[in-house]
């Protein structure tokens, strides 16, 4: 299983660091996407890194802002948010794209193994 964690209350234009690690599995030779969904609305790309971490992926909304990364190592990936915004108020959570490690997907139908997300929320 993927636990994400990090997540919390913070006031515009605060950062909050998001880590994904993986308990009974290696998530190393998998390329690891964040999601997020907000309350009454559908879950929706983040950002995504291939396994080596020589890769990365942004939805436009996070573009200079957000920051993804990896520890293999660790068996850990990192998600920065800095400059957070009301509208990044969501459930962030991380996944494992089993298939295909060296190319990414914006799909959340590409991804095998889920977090049980992290509550982020960002007040004005």
């Known amino acids: 299983q993927l636990q994400a964690c990090g997540g919390g209350l913070v006031q515009a234009g605060g950062s909050l660091r998001l880590s994904c690690a993986a308990s009974t599995r290696t998530i190393t030779a998998y390329a690891v996407g964040w999601f997020r969904q907000a309350p009454g609305k559908e879950r929706e790309f983040v950002t995504a890194?291939?396994?080596?971490?020589?890769?990365?992926d942004y939805a436009d909304s996070v573009k200079g802002r957000f920051t993804i990364s990896r520890d293999n190592a660790r068996n850990t990936v990192y998600l920065q948010a800095n400059s957070l915004k009301p509208e990044d108020t969501a459930v962030y959570y991380c996944?494992?794209?089993?298939?295909?490690?060296?190319?990414?997907?914006?799909?959340?139908?590409?991804?095998?193994?889920w977090g049980q997300g992290t509550q982020v929320t960002v007040s004005s």
């Open positions: 996944a494992a794209k089993t298939i295909g490690p060296f190319s990414l997907s914006k799909s959340a139908g590409s991804y095998a193994y």
């Open positions: 890194i291939t396994w080596t971490g020589g890769t990365t």
